[in-house]
């Protein structure tokens, strides 16, 4: 097991709770729909990539090569590029501060971090050898 990549995504999971917690409980009543949609869509994939960096640790046991650290260091950058990103949009849209657009040009690459943790995920498992 991969104990680094375990814990990591622990803590990005309890992220995910609290912050879907602050999102129906708090922005719903202060925040436009817009803002809200923003923030849940990148909560539910910090949460689905939690899932997949847990099996990137738990999958290191097994099948210790290159491949299956990239996948979890591949999906612990997405989850900050990509989630990150957009909590960042997010607020700035809730707040109503225009000029701030440009962060959503972050987000596709923290999508192509995802992509390529899954790609390398399945290689890393197809290969078992270093």
Known sequence: MHKGFLKTATLFGALSVALGAFAAHYLRQHFSEYA???????VRYQFYHVFALFASGILYKEFQNKFIKWSGALFTVGIILFSGSLYVLAYFKGIVIPGYDWIGAITPLGGLCFIAGWLCLFIGISKKNR
Request: zero cysteines; charged letters at 15%.
């Open 36 to 42: 809200v949609s923003i923030f849940e869509t990148s």
